[in-house]
């Protein structure tokens, strides 16, 4: 009952300091970017800063903004907001706001501020924020603009507590929505595949439905439950962050969503993990080049919300890098480096399939490939390549999927259309970049298959890929400086190759011990000492490779 009375008077207190005076509907033309950024930041609030350069600050997003023409400044948590801000930004709160600060808060967007309020899950990291019964600013978001924290705590199968302990090693993927109507935000993401790593999330409600609002939901997770116990990360019960029927979060749980109230123009973005905004998280450069994102997917995401939130026109939007390959397989290449010509094919005799042309390249993980033919290939043709020095041969479905040995590549794709266009991890090619010395199509009634001598040599590209870990859905690692990759789970065993630090890779298996793990990433396979890597599971967990 005292709650629900605390509640009720906050209610009125900040209807009474805003007034409820809505601004008049806008003409979208006639809107003005928002060029002036406050971030709420003090001790009354614990919430990231601008100032803090280290892992956890908001730094390098505050250069994102400065890069796009606003101007940043520091507004502390218990004072109105002023007059000349026309955007805020609160960025994992560690303390649940007072009376006051919701009614300062509420006044702001309900007089059509703009806000990007990013709330962590209660109990990881040190923090107890705001809750969906208990916040009074949680309320009238969902009612004004269609947008509500749940409480919960987003848990992987694999996650154990020691891993969800360290924020480090407690991270996850979102995927962004991809629906008839993608948001200009997030279609980057959607056309390339591209992930959005988070570090211990909770989950929202988006009401699409609202007739006061233009309301999006942009990120989902599916692989989590959202655990809805409290989770105590200071005991080492695994019984707390299992999956409780009917009682946990199960099914497509949404990240992040925005909002834009049709009567005032007030846009708001909500997003359920921090850490995507923070310097040596989502926001981490990579160590050769600190221009470079290694999180391409955050990068893209956190740039665009920021330009949303400002109201730039789309055209300004943040293009993406040239120093990224962003070719997308679908059957076409309009997308295709400009700089990779097509190699003519010598006419062979008596085939059914004429190939003419071919291009291909690689980057720093992939080998893409395009084929040019006469005509359409028929629908059960299969396309198999010979790999010099490799007497298994990789084959190409009419379907786009890729074998090897009889074995799904899930980090492989190929799209039949106008061309037939691939990208095939080069670990099938050898740490020597072997070349395809054969191309044959193989035509379902049993006959001699159209094969085609030749030497494909990719050129070399100097572009990165966005993405070194596809198709792979499940506990991954990083490594912990400059590590070795081995032949087999031995100090004494030869070496594959070595990497830098923070080369992500997917966690296949381990050894009896669980002392080396099997590793892979678009280029590289085989086995690391588990001390040099950063895992985000149960290793014990993991399948037992023989």
Do not use: K
Request: with cysteine; hydrophobic share 40%; charged share 20%.
């Amino acid at each position: 009952m005292c709650r629900q009375i605390t509640l009720f008077i906050a209610v009125l207190l900040v209807l009474s300091i805003s007034g409820v005076h809505y601004a008049q509907e806008t003409d979208d033309q006639d809107r003005q970017p928002a060029r002036t950024f406050g971030v709420i930041s003090g001790r009354a609030i614990n919430s990231a800063t601008t100032s803090n350069i280290g892992a956890a600050g908001i730094s390098r997003l505050s250069q994102i903004l400065l890069n796009l023409g606003a101007s940043v400044q520091t507004i502390p948590p218990n004072e109105p907001i002023p007059d000349d801000i026309e955007a805020v930004l609160l960025i994992g709160p560690a303390r649940a706001f007072t009376i006051q600060q919701t009614a300062y808060l509420w006044d702001f967007v309900a007089n059509g501020g703009h806000l990007l309020l990013v709330l962590d899950p209660n109990g990881h990291n040190g923090v107890n924020s705001e809750t969906a019964v208990r916040s009074g600013f949680n309320r009238l978001l969902y009612a004004e603009y269609g947008l509500s924290i749940a409480d919960d705590f987003l848990i992987e199968p694999w996650f154990t507590i020691e891993t969800l302990a360290d924020v480090v090693s407690s991270w996850s993927q979102a995927q962004a929505i991809n629906a008839p109507d993608v948001h200009p935000i997030i279609a980057p993401l959607v056309e390339h595949g591209l992930p959005v790593r988070f570090w211990g999330g909770r989950s929202l409600l988006v009401d699409q439905l609202t007739v006061v609002a233009d309301v999006h939901p942009l990120l989902f997770t599916e692989s989590p439950h959202g655990e809805t116990g409290r989770v105590n990360l200071r005991s080492d019960d695994p019984t707390q962050i299992e999956l409780n029927i009917g009682q946990d979060r199960q099914g497509q749980l949404l990240l992040a969503g925005i909002a834009e109230r049709h009567d005032s123009g007030s846009r708001i973005a909500l997003v359920g993990d921090s850490e995507i905004f923070r310097n040596i998280f989502g926001q981490t450069r990579r160590i050769d080049n600190d221009a470079l994102p290694i999180f391409v997917g955050n990068d893209i995401f956190v740039r665009r919300l920021m330009a949303w939130l400002m109201g730039l026109p789309e055209e300004s939007w943040p293009s993406l890098s040239d120093s990224f390959t962003w070719v997308t397989i679908d059957g076409d290449d309009d997308d295709w480096p400009q700089n990779i010509p097509p190699v003519n094919v010598s006419a062979a005799e008596d085939v059914r399939v004429e190939l003419d042309q071919y291009r291909a390249f690689r980057n720093d993980y992939y080998v893409y490939l395009l084929l040019q033919t006469q005509g359409e290939i028929g629908d059960d043709v299969t396309i198999t390549f010979d790999i010099t020095g490799d007497e298994t041969p990789i084959e190409i479905s009419r379907e786009g999927a890729v074998f090897y040995d009889e074995a799904l590549v899930t980090d492989a794709t190929a799209a039949f259309g106008q061309f037939v266009e691939m990208r095939l991890p080069r670990r099938l090619f050898g740490m020597d970049n072997r070349a395809i010395n054969r191309v044959c199509f193989l035509l379902p009634d049993d006959q001699q298959p159209d094969c085609y001598e030749l030497t494909i040599n990719p050129t070399i590209s100097s572009q990165l890929d966005p993405l070194p870990v596809r198709g792979a859905s499940g506990p991954q690692a990083f490594s912990d400086g400059s590590v070795n990759i081995r032949a087999a789970p031995a100090i004494d065993a030869p070496v594959v190759a070595s990497v830098p630090t923070r080369t992500q890779f997917s966690l296949l298996g381990r050894d009896e011990a669980g002392e080396w793990l099997y590793v892979r990433n678009g280029r590289y396979e085989g086995w690391m000492a588990e001390f040099v890597l950063v895992v985000n599971a149960d290793v014990q967990s993991l399948p037992l490779i023989d």
